[in-house]
């Protein structure tokens, strides 16, 4: 069979990879690609097209299905439009895609099936915005209400800096129509977790947990970003955690879609604010796999995604199991000059390694220059490697990232830091006298959906 799909950055390319390796696959080809899928085995790119290019695209190739990487297609109501011709594909309906296209539609959504969040309030007015962040007082939380590719919350720490990322959005539209609307937010503290399921309407299949560090900087510090690095497993998404998720996030945000009839099919991403004392909040849903979190989660997983996604859209996720590699996976994101305000274009990159057996080198901002490697985004690549504890494969993750050179080159030393931390405090504790390892150590036990949950062991 043939496959497509949408999307050109670090998690369709990781995608495409992991599909080409299903034994029914012949063929991957992505729209619009990078240098990095291009080059993959039984991948090629096809230019950037119109939906209704596309779909001409996949009749005349017979595709037997498209996968839809980046949340503006769907958005845009691309999976509307492929169904409505006939042809298999895997992603929400624009409908659907709201959770993520509107924050202020997942808020009220949240708040009316009684799934955690953070309080909050809307406006599309800057003066009742301002007036409502001297009411609350700071820390606060500013976001976009629109798609912003990752770039639209501002999490401030006075109430200057809430006023001026009110002012930006909806004073001086420097978000356009995505921050026509902004959403301000109670600032939640704790440690972030990304939860990612498949969905096919009825049942959830959960995916490996997984962390991101979302800062530009080391120690997370500097503006919001996209994404520089994630692991997987997350050691804070303990058993009675994931089990706790399911049971209050998951499972209500699959009902309530079926009970506003809307019935959701896709990936569904939760992110997660787990607090101290173990209470969590959702701080959004993504209709799609999360990036840097896809390019782990997918090397860890053994299981065919054909047939995963097969269930998925047959509706038949309940008889699916997902298999995982032991191994934790770790990935660092290389950024380019001027990331995320400016990036600069055009850096040839240099040092690229061939994939190992516990590493690989997924692309994101790169395109083809005749036979040189350049910067194309923000984000350029996400050197993703596994190991047998966080340590180890954040050790042959940076090992692999000293070979890589283009000038401007930016990216965290410190990926994986929260899951080292998490194992020295579980062998301090095992070591103490009368002391115990924490469940996050021991195998998951079955959470309460029809679906077998990871096995995440860090």
């Not at 006075?158 to 009110?166: G, R």
């Not at 356009?176 to 399921?197: D, K, N, P």
């Not at 994101?333 to 994939?355: C, F």
């Amino acid at each position: 069979m043939k496959i497509l799909v949408i999307g050109s950055g670090g998690r369709e390319h990781a995608l495409a990879w992991k599909l080409a390796q299903s034994p029914r696959v012949f063929k991957v080809f992505v729209a619009p690609g990078n240098a990095g899928t291009a080059s993959e085995e039984g991948v090629s790119n096809v230019p950037h097209a119109s939906i209704a290019a596309l779909i001409e695209f996949v009749k005349t190739e017979s595709i037997a299905l498209t996968v839809v990487g980046p949340e503006a297609p769907l958005a845009a109501g691309m999976v509307d439009a492929f169904k409505a011709a006939g042809l298999r594909i895997f992603g929400p309906t624009k409908q659907a895609a709201q959770l993520e296209s509107s924050k202020d539609y997942a808020k009220s959504f949240m708040i009316r099936h009684r799934i955690p969040t953070a309080a909050y309030a809307t406006f599309s007015d800057a003066g009742p915005a301002h007036e409502y962040i001297d009411r609350q007082g700071a820390p606060i939380v500013v976001k976009a209400d629109g798609l912003a590719a990752g770039k639209g919350v501002v999490v401030a720490t006075t109430t200057a800096e809430a006023h001026a990322a009110v002012d930006m959005m909806l004073v001086d539209n420097r978000m356009g129509a995505a921050g026509a609307r902004v959403v301000i937010e109670e600032c939640l503290e704790g440690e972030e977790a990304s939860f990612i399921v498949l969905a096919d309407g009825k049942h959830a299949l959960p995916l490996a947990s997984s962390q991101d560090h979302k800062r530009l900087r080391d120690a997370d510090g500097g503006p919001n970003t996209g994404g520089m690095g994630a692991y997987s497993p997350a050691p804070v998404v303990t058993p009675a955690i994931h089990a706790r998720v399911m049971r209050e996030v998951i499972d209500p945000a699959i009902a309530g879609m079926r009970a506003d009839g809307i019935p959701y099919t896709g990936f569904l991403y939760a992110g997660l604010m787990i607090d101290k004392r173990g209470g969590l909040k959702v701080l959004e849903f993504n209709c799609r796999l999360g990036d840097p979190e896809a390019e782990p989660i997918l090397l860890r997983l053994k299981s065919d995604l054909v047939g995963l996604l097969d269930h998925a859209i047959d509706g038949t996720l309940d008889a699916a199991e997902a298999e995982w590699d032991p191994r934790v996976a770790l990935g660092v994101v290389l950024a380019a000059e001027g990331y995320p305000e400016n990036p600069r274009k055009g850096d040839v990159i240099e040092g690229l390694p061939e994939a190992g057996d516990d590493y690989r080198v997924f692309h994101a901002g790169t395109t083809l220059d005749g036979n040189r490697v350049v910067v194309n985004g923000g984000r350029v690549l996400c050197v993703t490697a596994l190991g047998h504890n966080a340590r180890t494969a954040q050790k042959r993750a940076y090992d692999v990232v000293s070979r890589i050179r283009f000038d401007g080159m930016q990216y965290r030393r410190d990926i994986g830091h929260r899951a080292i931390e998490a194992r020295a405090k579980r062998s301090a504790a095992a070591l103490t006298p009368g002391g115990s390892t924490p469940a996050a150590a021991t195998p998951a036990p079955a959470a309460p959906t029809p679906a077998k949950p990871p096995a995440d062991a860090a």
